[in-house]
């Protein structure tokens, strides 16, 4: 089924989903300290690229994994 050559994808969707699973557990208490506006503002802007990259990301590793997967079933 699932052979190394499919590592690289399988070890970014579990990034991905680290990254989603903290997230909904809160370890990214940043907000909820009271920072300055700018600290505020940089840190909202570091987040949307971190989700907006691991949507990416994750999306990327799937259509791999499908590709890979489909490519050995026609073999």
Do not use: K
């Not at 052979?3 to 907000?31: K, N, R, T, Y």
């Amino acid at each position: 089924m699932l052979h190394w050559d499919c590592a690289p994808a399988l070890l970014v969707l579990l990034a991905v989903a680290i990254f989603w699973v903290g997230g909904s557990l809160e370890w990214f208490e940043m907000l909820s300290v009271p920072q300055n506006a700018v600290g505020s503002v940089i840190w909202l802007y570091l987040m949307l690229a971190a989700v907006a990259g691991s949507i990416v990301l994750g999306g990327g590793a799937v259509v791999d994994l499908a590709r890979r997967m489909n490519r050995r079933r026609a073999e």
